[in-house]
Protein backbone atom coordinates (compact mmCIF):
# COMPACT_ATOMS: atom_id res chain seq x y z
CA UNK A 1 0.00 0.00 0.00
CA UNK A 2 1.41 3.80 -0.89
CA UNK A 3 2.26 5.12 1.87
CA UNK A 4 3.02 2.60 4.81
CA UNK A 5 6.43 2.29 5.90
CA UNK A 6 8.40 -0.90 4.84
CA UNK A 7 8.82 -3.12 7.46
CA UNK A 8 12.68 -3.32 9.14
CA UNK A 9 13.98 -7.21 7.31
CA UNK A 10 15.78 -9.53 9.47
CA UNK A 11 17.79 -12.81 8.63
CA UNK A 12 17.81 -15.62 10.80
CA UNK A 13 20.40 -17.73 10.78
CA UNK A 14 20.10 -21.13 12.91
CA UNK A 15 20.21 -24.38 12.01
CA UNK A 16 17.41 -25.39 14.64
CA UNK A 17 14.48 -24.84 12.86
CA UNK A 18 12.08 -25.52 15.57
CA UNK A 19 14.14 -22.65 16.80
CA UNK A 20 13.73 -20.10 13.98
CA UNK A 21 10.07 -21.04 12.92
CA UNK A 22 9.48 -19.78 16.71
CA UNK A 23 11.89 -16.80 16.19
CA UNK A 24 9.88 -15.84 12.87
CA UNK A 25 6.46 -16.13 14.60
CA UNK A 26 7.24 -13.62 17.22
CA UNK A 27 9.10 -11.45 15.43
CA UNK A 28 6.09 -11.26 12.77
CA UNK A 29 3.54 -10.85 15.07
CA UNK A 30 6.37 -7.55 16.30
CA UNK A 31 5.75 -6.09 12.86
CA UNK A 32 9.40 -7.65 11.59
CA UNK A 33 9.22 -8.95 7.92
CA UNK A 34 11.79 -12.35 8.26
CA UNK A 35 13.83 -14.15 6.46
CA UNK A 36 15.35 -17.94 7.24
CA UNK A 37 18.98 -19.84 6.40
CA UNK A 38 19.62 -22.67 7.82
CA UNK A 39 23.70 -22.66 7.45
CA UNK A 40 26.34 -19.72 6.60
CA UNK A 41 26.16 -20.34 2.86
CA UNK A 42 22.42 -19.76 2.89
CA UNK A 43 23.22 -16.73 4.91
CA UNK A 44 25.20 -15.48 2.54
CA UNK A 45 23.02 -15.95 -0.33
CA UNK A 46 20.46 -14.82 1.64
CA UNK A 47 22.56 -11.37 2.76
CA UNK A 48 22.85 -10.21 -0.52
CA UNK A 49 19.03 -11.10 -1.83
CA UNK A 50 17.55 -9.86 0.87
CA UNK A 51 19.56 -7.35 1.96
CA UNK A 52 18.61 -7.38 5.93
CA UNK A 53 18.21 -4.73 8.48
CA UNK A 54 19.57 -7.16 10.55
CA UNK A 55 21.14 -10.66 11.06
CA UNK A 56 20.38 -13.20 14.09
CA UNK A 57 23.48 -15.27 13.63
CA UNK A 58 23.50 -18.43 16.26
CA UNK A 59 26.91 -19.50 16.92
CA UNK A 60 27.15 -23.00 16.58
CA UNK A 61 26.03 -24.50 13.02
CA UNK A 62 27.61 -27.29 11.12
CA UNK A 63 30.40 -26.61 8.51
CA UNK A 64 30.95 -22.93 9.19
CA UNK A 65 30.27 -21.66 12.71
CA UNK A 66 28.83 -18.38 13.35
CA UNK A 67 31.72 -16.55 13.53
CA UNK A 68 33.33 -17.33 10.50
CA UNK A 69 29.94 -16.58 8.86
CA UNK A 70 30.27 -12.78 10.84
CA UNK A 71 33.88 -12.70 9.74
CA UNK A 72 32.52 -13.23 5.93
CA UNK A 73 29.18 -10.33 6.71
CA UNK A 74 31.60 -7.89 7.68
CA UNK A 75 33.89 -8.12 4.49
CA UNK A 76 30.63 -7.39 2.35
CA UNK A 77 29.29 -4.41 4.82
CA UNK A 78 28.20 -3.21 8.33
CA UNK A 79 25.05 -4.79 8.35
CA UNK A 80 24.14 -5.34 12.56
CA UNK A 81 24.53 -8.81 14.19
CA UNK A 82 23.34 -10.17 16.77
CA UNK A 83 24.81 -13.43 17.95
CA UNK A 84 22.88 -16.15 19.43
CA UNK A 85 25.21 -18.18 22.50
CA UNK A 86 24.54 -20.60 24.76
CA UNK A 87 24.17 -19.94 27.93
CA UNK A 88 27.54 -19.41 30.07
CA UNK A 89 29.75 -19.24 27.25
CA UNK A 90 31.06 -15.60 27.59
CA UNK A 91 33.80 -16.43 25.37
CA UNK A 92 31.57 -16.83 22.75
CA UNK A 93 30.29 -13.20 23.37
CA UNK A 94 33.36 -11.62 23.69
CA UNK A 95 34.76 -13.16 20.87
CA UNK A 96 32.23 -12.23 18.78
CA UNK A 97 31.90 -8.67 19.49
CA UNK A 98 35.76 -8.30 19.15
CA UNK A 99 34.71 -9.72 15.30
CA UNK A 100 32.55 -7.17 14.57
CA UNK A 101 28.82 -8.44 16.16
CA UNK A 102 27.15 -5.31 17.78
CA UNK A 103 25.18 -7.70 20.39
CA UNK A 104 24.60 -11.54 21.57
CA UNK A 105 21.54 -13.00 23.01
CA UNK A 106 21.45 -15.62 25.25
CA UNK A 107 19.66 -19.29 24.56
CA UNK A 108 17.33 -19.75 26.11
CA UNK A 109 15.74 -16.17 25.84
CA UNK A 110 12.21 -14.60 25.95
CA UNK A 111 10.39 -13.15 22.67
CA UNK A 112 10.08 -9.99 24.63
CA UNK A 113 14.15 -9.67 25.06
CA UNK A 114 15.30 -10.77 21.39
CA UNK A 115 12.33 -7.89 20.12
CA UNK A 116 14.32 -5.62 22.63
CA UNK A 117 17.40 -6.33 21.42
CA UNK A 118 16.63 -6.15 17.74
CA UNK A 119 14.97 -2.73 18.27
CA UNK A 120 17.68 -1.21 20.47
CA UNK A 121 20.45 -2.15 17.90
CA UNK A 122 18.57 -0.74 14.99
CA UNK A 123 18.55 2.24 16.47
CA UNK A 124 21.48 3.03 16.94
CA UNK A 125 22.07 1.40 13.43
CA UNK A 126 19.98 4.85 12.95
CA UNK A 127 22.03 7.10 14.85
CA UNK A 128 24.85 7.89 12.30
CA UNK A 129 22.14 9.38 9.89
CA UNK A 130 21.09 11.56 12.86
CA UNK A 131 24.09 13.40 13.96
CA UNK A 132 25.16 16.44 12.86
CA UNK A 133 27.88 18.25 14.37
CA UNK A 134 30.55 19.24 11.64
CA UNK A 135 34.10 19.35 11.74
CA UNK A 136 35.99 19.13 14.71
CA UNK A 137 40.13 19.53 14.81
CA UNK A 138 41.20 17.38 18.17
CA UNK A 139 44.44 17.92 17.09
CA UNK A 140 46.45 17.45 14.66
CA UNK A 141 46.44 13.83 14.73
CA UNK A 142 42.54 13.54 14.91
CA UNK A 143 39.96 14.85 13.08
CA UNK A 144 36.52 13.97 13.17
CA UNK A 145 33.82 14.92 10.53
CA UNK A 146 30.40 13.97 12.11
CA UNK A 147 28.61 15.50 8.68
CA UNK A 148 30.11 13.03 6.58
CA UNK A 149 30.69 10.15 8.96
CA UNK A 150 34.08 10.12 9.13
CA UNK A 151 37.05 9.61 11.66
CA UNK A 152 40.56 10.48 10.12
CA UNK A 153 44.14 9.44 12.79
CA UNK A 154 47.16 10.65 10.73
CA UNK A 155 46.10 11.36 7.98
CA UNK A 156 44.15 7.78 7.41
CA UNK A 157 40.44 7.27 7.58
CA UNK A 158 39.97 4.70 10.06
CA UNK A 159 36.47 2.83 9.76
CA UNK A 160 34.29 2.77 13.09
CA UNK A 161 31.51 0.32 13.36
CA UNK A 162 27.64 2.07 14.51
CA UNK A 163 28.30 1.61 18.09
CA UNK A 164 31.73 2.84 18.16
CA UNK A 165 30.58 5.52 16.36
CA UNK A 166 27.86 6.35 18.55
CA UNK A 167 30.55 5.98 21.84
CA UNK A 168 32.87 8.57 20.36
CA UNK A 169 29.92 10.93 19.45
CA UNK A 170 28.86 11.28 23.39
CA UNK A 171 32.00 11.11 24.75
CA UNK A 172 33.55 14.11 22.28
CA UNK A 173 30.40 16.32 22.58
CA UNK A 174 30.58 15.74 26.48
CA UNK A 175 34.58 16.70 26.01
CA UNK A 176 35.77 17.78 29.20
CA UNK A 177 32.72 16.14 31.35
CA UNK A 178 32.88 12.55 33.13
CA UNK A 179 30.65 10.33 32.06
CA UNK A 180 29.44 7.35 34.53
CA UNK A 181 29.20 3.85 33.19
CA UNK A 182 25.04 4.14 33.61
CA UNK A 183 25.23 7.81 31.37
CA UNK A 184 27.11 5.64 29.18
CA UNK A 185 25.15 2.68 28.77
CA UNK A 186 21.77 4.83 28.30
CA UNK A 187 23.29 7.15 25.89
CA UNK A 188 24.83 4.90 23.45
CA UNK A 189 23.09 1.08 24.15
CA UNK A 190 19.88 2.22 25.16
CA UNK A 191 17.80 1.26 28.98
CA UNK A 192 17.34 -2.15 27.77
CA UNK A 193 21.52 -3.16 28.92
CA UNK A 194 21.69 -1.17 32.35
CA UNK A 195 22.47 -4.45 34.02
CA UNK A 196 25.58 -5.17 30.60
CA UNK A 197 28.33 -2.60 32.36
CA UNK A 198 31.18 -5.03 30.05
CA UNK A 199 29.73 -3.65 27.01
CA UNK A 200 31.01 -0.29 28.12
CA UNK A 201 34.42 -1.87 28.89
CA UNK A 202 34.91 -3.26 25.64
CA UNK A 203 34.04 -0.54 23.64
CA UNK A 204 36.05 2.30 25.16
CA UNK A 205 38.91 -0.67 24.37
CA UNK A 206 37.82 -1.38 21.30
CA UNK A 207 37.87 2.47 20.48
CA UNK A 208 41.09 3.22 21.99
CA UNK A 209 42.56 0.85 19.77
CA UNK A 210 41.57 2.67 16.70
CA UNK A 211 42.10 6.25 17.79
CA UNK A 212 44.69 6.40 20.52
CA UNK A 213 48.47 6.31 19.42
CA UNK A 214 49.14 3.97 22.91
CA UNK A 215 45.71 2.41 23.96
CA UNK A 216 47.97 1.57 27.12
CA UNK A 217 48.10 4.90 28.07
CA UNK A 218 45.33 7.11 26.34
CA UNK A 219 45.64 11.13 25.48
CA UNK A 220 41.88 10.78 24.24
CA UNK A 221 39.74 8.82 26.23
CA UNK A 222 40.41 9.32 29.79
CA UNK A 223 39.51 6.99 32.48
CA UNK A 224 38.36 8.24 35.92
CA UNK A 225 38.41 5.31 38.20
CA UNK A 226 35.31 3.85 39.72
CA UNK A 227 33.18 6.52 38.28
CA UNK A 228 33.06 6.57 33.82
CA UNK A 229 35.14 8.09 31.40
CA UNK A 230 36.08 11.75 30.06
CA UNK A 231 37.25 12.76 26.49
CA UNK A 232 39.87 15.17 26.73
CA UNK A 233 38.88 19.00 26.42
CA UNK A 234 40.16 19.69 23.55
CA UNK A 235 38.46 23.03 23.13
CA UNK A 236 40.15 24.41 26.20
CA UNK A 237 43.66 22.83 25.46
CA UNK A 238 43.47 24.05 21.85
CA UNK A 239 42.71 27.68 23.49
CA UNK A 240 45.15 27.47 25.47
CA UNK A 241 48.23 26.60 22.53
CA UNK A 242 46.55 29.48 20.82
CA UNK A 243 46.61 32.09 23.85
CA UNK A 244 50.29 30.81 24.07
CA UNK A 245 51.22 31.37 20.43
CA UNK A 246 49.59 35.01 20.81
CA UNK A 247 51.90 35.71 23.68
CA UNK A 248 55.27 34.41 21.83
CA UNK A 249 54.38 36.68 18.75
CA UNK A 250 53.53 39.48 21.35
Not at 10 to 20: A, C, N, R, S, Y
Not at 184 to 210: A, T
Amino acid sequence: MEGTPRKNRILVVDDEKGLVKIIRLNLEHDGFEVFEANNGAQAMDRLRAVIPDLVLLDVMMPDLDGFQVLRMIREVGSTPVIMLTAKGEENDKVRGLELGADDYVTKPFSPRELTSRIRAVLRRGSFADQTDTGKIDVDGRLQIDFDRHEVWVDGELVQLRPTEYRLLYHLVKNAGWVLTHDQILSKVWGYEYEDEPHYVRLYINYLRKKIEKDPANPRYILTERGVGYRFVDYRRENLEIGRASCRERG
